[in-house]
């Protein structure tokens, strides 16, 4: 059974941040492309960010860029989300995401970050 774990969770003030993984170790890593999204209380789940099979392609959603890096270690099955300068509206619980040509998609179970004085 494929599996994705998330953690890096917590909770931080104003202006902190919090560095998010992903582990896939199940997975052939590098078939796939890998996201991150999240969803906010009472909110739909949103993308946060993607990023392609080796990398060399990222995106990120209006509200996170130049605050949030995604990147990958193939070697390790492995996907990052780095969060800085977090503000209050990045609450909410963050989720990884799997897709390959031709697989399933694959989601992890979520961790909660919560950015709060």
């Known amino acids: 059974q494929v599996q994705l774990v998330e953690s890096g969770g917590g909770l931080v003030q104003p202006g902190g941040s919090l560095r998010l993984s992903c582990a896939a170790p199940?997975?052939?890593?590098?078939?796939?492309?890998m996201s991150w999204h999240r969803r906010a209380p009472g909110k739909e789940r949103e993308m946060v960010a993607t990023?392609?099979?080796?990398?060399?392609?990222?995106n990120y959603a209006d509200s996170v860029k130049g605050r949030f890096i995604i990147s990958r270690d193939n070697a390790k099955n492995m996907v990052y989300l780095q969060m800085n300068n977090l503000k209050p509206e990045d609450t909410a619980t963050y989720y990884c995401k799997a897709v390959g040509p031709g697989r399933p998609v694959y989601w992890g179970q979520g961790t909660q970050v919560a950015v709060s004085s």
């Open positions: 990023i392609s099979r080796f990398g060399t392609t990222t």
């Open positions: 199940a997975l052939l890593f590098s078939d796939f492309n």
